[in-house]
């Protein structure tokens, strides 16, 4: 299993001592812009010109003395994150020497929120593609306080459908809302829904609610509606994998919140159409805590071969779930596909799921599939 921390401690380091250099810098100019106006007036120099220099002299020391303090705090806080990072790097390679793949991965999703915050403290922003409060942000706080703390922000409409499925809000940000449906308390199995680019906005949400209730009721697991990521607000910007790649990490960052949470369920993440390229990107590029992945309608996924996505652990497995009436198949030819590799090619590895019917939004609903979904909740069926 893959140790994959999303920074370097190495460069952690070697940052906090140029910052801690810079800002050395900035308070010597600043030093010594008072001394240059003093100089100025020594000279005879008088009138409005001088009275403008010295005002501008004023402002330079001003304006350098706060650089100077801002990078200071900067500096303190790279040191801080490379001494957090160096405990993780020891960590991961001590768990490594007993492959504990799972203790891995969420080792992995501790150095993404250690980027996060850190990004945070210097940019006063989250550097990501939208403001948003994960769960892995909040390890000790219970689903009910959660949930209380989401409702007061987001919108009444949203309120509404999840009042209506009896869900409980896990995450929420400016522009969608992450929800659990099902048993909250100790379910055996937690799926994970990652929609597409036209089932992802907050205006779908009730649609999405209402297929967790229905897998819910499928296979008796705890069903999560996961809005994490900003899906392309146009279909023609799903040819761009740019929001997959920024919504991966918050992805993996999920799953790993799950395990600490759940670490006995079985976790399954189920992605559909342009989510199919997210979720196969975390998996590919940071680890995916998920014991069985399900790839639904895809335009293309992350990796040549199935081997490359990186999951709970060896026993993991990869499902490819196609209709053939699903227009998006033409996307695909040979190795290739649109937005990424053919997940249906026979060299990618994926286990193919046989005998599902219907378009391009009726996977949900298909027996063959959901047949497929039960009988995986039981490795030995």
Same mark, same amino acid.
């Given at each position: 299993m893959t140790y994959k921390p999303a920074l370097s401690t190495s460069e952690l380091f070697a940052a906090a001592a140029a910052t801690k250099s810079a800002a050395a810098g900035a308070h010597e100019r600043a030093e010594h812009a008072p001394f240059s106006a003093t100089v100025i007036a020594d000279s005879g120099f008088r009138g409005p010109a001088f009275e403008a220099s010295a005002a501008r002299l004023a402002s330079y020391n001003t304006a350098l003395a706060a650089s100077a303090v801002r990078l200071e705090q900067a500096s303190v806080a790279l040191l801080a994150a490379a001494g957090l990072q160096q405990q993780l790097d020891e960590a991961a390679e001590f768990i490594g020497v007993f492959a504990h793949s799972r203790v891995v991965l969420w080792l992995n999703g501790m150095s993404m929120m250690l980027d996060l915050r850190l990004s945070r403290t210097l940019l006063g922003a989250a550097g990501k593609e939208q403001d948003y409060d994960p769960l892995f942000d909040h390890p000790d706080e219970s689903f009910e306080s959660l949930h209380a703390r989401h409702a007061q922000t987001v919108p009444a409409s949203t309120m509404a459908a999840?009042?209506?499925?009896?869900?409980?809000? %896990?995450?929420? @940000?400016?522009?969608?809302?992450?929800?659990l449906v099902g048993d909250a308390a100790d379910p055996s199995r937690v799926i994970t829904m990652v929609a597409g680019a036209t089932t992802g906005t907050p205006s779908k949400l009730p649609g999405e609610l209402e297929k967790a209730q229905m897998l819910s009721e499928k296979t008796g697991a705890a069903v999560v509606v996961w809005q994490g990521y900003a899906p392309p607000p146009l279909l023609t910007d799903a040819a761009s994998p740019h929001r997959a790649h920024a919504g991966a990490d918050d992805l993996a960052m999920f799953q790993a919140a799950l395990e600490e949470r759940f670490p006995n369920a079985q976790k399954t993440v189920i992605s559909h159409s342009y989510g199919t390229l997210l979720a196969t990107k975390a998996a590919h590029q940071h680890g995916l805590l998920a014991d069985d992945l399900w790839i639904l309608g895809s335009a293309g996924v992350s990796g040549e071969h199935v081997s490359e996505l990186t999951l709970a652990g060896p026993e993991a497995t990869v499902h490819v779930v196609d209709s053939p009436e699903d227009p998006i198949l033409m996307l695909?030819?040979?190795?290739?596909?649109?937005?990424?590799?053919?997940?249906?090619?026979? @060299?990618?590895?994926?286990?193919?799921? %046989?005998?599902?019917?219907?378009?391009?939004?009726?996977y949900f609903t298909d027996p063959a599939f959901l047949s497929a979904l039960q009988q995986r909740a039981d490795p030995t069926a």
């Amino acid at each position: 299993m893959t140790y994959k921390p999303a920074l370097s401690t190495s460069e952690l380091f070697a940052a906090a001592a140029a910052t801690k250099s810079a800002a050395a810098g900035a308070h010597e100019r600043a030093e010594h812009a008072p001394f240059s106006a003093t100089v100025i007036a020594d000279s005879g120099f008088r009138g409005p010109a001088f009275e403008a220099s010295a005002a501008r002299l004023a402002s330079y020391n001003t304006a350098l003395a706060a650089s100077a303090v801002r990078l200071e705090q900067a500096s303190v806080a790279l040191l801080a994150a490379a001494g957090l990072q160096q405990q993780l790097d020891e960590a991961a390679e001590f768990i490594g020497v007993f492959a504990h793949s799972r203790v891995v991965l969420w080792l992995n999703g501790m150095s993404m929120m250690l980027d996060l915050r850190l990004s945070r403290t210097l940019l006063g922003a989250a550097g990501k593609e939208q403001d948003y409060d994960p769960l892995f942000d909040h390890p000790d706080e219970s689903f009910e306080s959660l949930h209380a703390r989401h409702a007061q922000t987001v919108p009444a409409s949203t309120m509404a459908a999840v009042d209506d499925a009896g869900g409980v809000i %896990l995450e929420a @940000g400016p522009t969608a809302t992450t929800v659990l449906v099902g048993d909250a308390a100790d379910p055996s199995r937690v799926i994970t829904m990652v929609a597409g680019a036209t089932t992802g906005t907050p205006s779908k949400l009730p649609g999405e609610l209402e297929k967790a209730q229905m897998l819910s009721e499928k296979t008796g697991a705890a069903v999560v509606v996961w809005q994490g990521y900003a899906p392309p607000p146009l279909l023609t910007d799903a040819a761009s994998p740019h929001r997959a790649h920024a919504g991966a990490d918050d992805l993996a960052m999920f799953q790993a919140a799950l395990e600490e949470r759940f670490p006995n369920a079985q976790k399954t993440v189920i992605s559909h159409s342009y989510g199919t390229l997210l979720a196969t990107k975390a998996a590919h590029q940071h680890g995916l805590l998920a014991d069985d992945l399900w790839i639904l309608g895809s335009a293309g996924v992350s990796g040549e071969h199935v081997s490359e996505l990186t999951l709970a652990g060896p026993e993991a497995t990869v499902h490819v779930v196609d209709s053939p009436e699903d227009p998006i198949l033409m996307l695909r030819s040979g190795p290739t596909a649109a937005i990424g590799s053919s997940p249906s090619y026979i @060299g990618w590895g994926g286990e193919r799921v %046989l005998g599902v019917k219907g378009g391009h939004t009726d996977y949900f609903t298909d027996p063959a599939f959901l047949s497929a979904l039960q009988q995986r909740a039981d490795p030995t069926a």
